[in-house]
């Protein structure tokens, strides 16, 4: 009986892996085949063509393969410290990974890391690189803490300390304090702030100015500004004309670039998360779960606290649904419903 060829992409090496559909005398169902190995960079590719092809009918955002890939090589390289190739990994083995980031990492991290290695099994299996699925079982860890609970924002004293610390007489000091505005009086995520060009932002219109971002899932949405952000972004403005770029970024490197010998590049989204860093350890605000991301959930915080809706702060924060915002209505709803309060004054005990 004749074997059928067939053309495998597979990430075996020794003993073999089952190869399905191929049938040989005096065998089984499934026969073990030699395989040659895919490299990191090739499994890396074939998981990028898959996720592009058909996850989210075929439109997924570059922030979600992006991320995905990003959680991909992280489980390759542990995968190569245990001497596994994907193909050897089992239940069991995934397990393991699993207890390796709960270790390392908060449990909504965690979840998300494995919902994409969920998804590159799930690719395997589909594109017949394995037999079965190892990570089809495979649950995050239960989630104990309630959302509200898990929202890191800073305090209005914070936010002033945060917004004074850059050196306004210099031109990256001006780009700093424009970028952490735009995070914090907007709520605008790191990759918005990064992917907007100068073309997007119309500081006539309306009755401050507008910006149109890029969001979550590839859509645009319109941030209208106010009169004291929009003056710090023309104070960016000005320092940017005096650089010599052609980049059409609105936020640029004060680096000098190997290419051309000026700069003017596009700010990296890891650029923009070191700037924040740097001035939360400075002004002393950098604390477990404070980064870039606590500065949007400041915005929404303390903006809902002073009085503005929440569906408009859903949209200034382009949720897709006014239920992901409510999480910042339990946070000021607790704060304001305090029972502790109605005590003030036991401690007025005089001298």
């Known amino acids: ?81 245990q001497g596994l190739q994907p193909a050897q990994a089992g239940e069991e083995d995934l397990k393991s990974y699993r207890a390796h980031l709960v270790e390392h990492y908060a449990i909504s991290t965690v979840g998300r890391k494995l919902a994409s290695i969920r998804r590159f099994y799930q690719m395997a299996q589909a594109r017949d690189l394995i037999a079965g699925n190892p990570a089809e079982g495979l649950r995050a860890p239960r989630q104990r803490t309630e959302r509200h609970e898990r929202v890191k924002f800073l305090t209005q004293v914070a936010l002033q300390r945060l917004l004074a610390a850059p050196d306004l007489n210099t031109a990256k000091g001006i780009r700093d304090r424009a970028v952490m505005v735009l995070m914090i009086i907007h709520g605008l995520r790191v990759v918005e702030v990064h992917r907007a060009d100068l073309e997007d932002l119309d500081l006539e219109a309306g009755e401050s100015g507008e910006l149109r971002v890029l969001g979550k899932g590839d859509k645009h949405r319109t941030v209208l500004l106010t009169d004291e952000t929009r003056e710090e972004i023309r104070r960016w403005l000005a320092a940017r004309n005096l650089m010599a770029t052609d980049s059409p970024a609105l936020f640029v490197t004060m680096h000098w670039s190997t290419a051309h010998a000026q700069p003017g590049g596009r700010v990296s989204r890891r650029g923009i998360r070191a700037m924040v860093d740097t001035y939360l350890e400075r002004t002393g605000a950098k604390k477990p779960g404070i980064s870039c991301h606590a500065l949007r959930h400041s915005f929404a915080t303390h903006s809902l606290a002073n009085g503005a809706e929440l569906l408009a702060i859903s949209g200034a924060l382009g949720h897709a649904s006014i239920t992901t915002t409510q999480v910042y209505a339990k946070i000021v709803d607790k704060a304001r419903s305090n029972p502790a309060k109605f005590l003030t004054g036991l401690l007025d005990i005089g001298d």
């Open 1 to 81: 009986m004749e074997t059928q060829t067939q053309t495998r992409i597979v990430t075996e090496t020794l003993p073999a892996v089952y190869v399905a559909g191929e049938h040989l005398p005096g065998h089984d169902e499934r026969t073990l085949v030699p395989v040659q190995p895919l490299s990191a960079d090739e499994i890396l590719a074939a998981f990028a063509a898959w996720m592009r092809l058909d996850v989210a009918d075929g439109n997924p955002s570059p922030e979600t393969i992006r991320v995905y890939l990003g959680d991909l090589r992280a489980h390759l390289a542990w995968l190569a410290d």
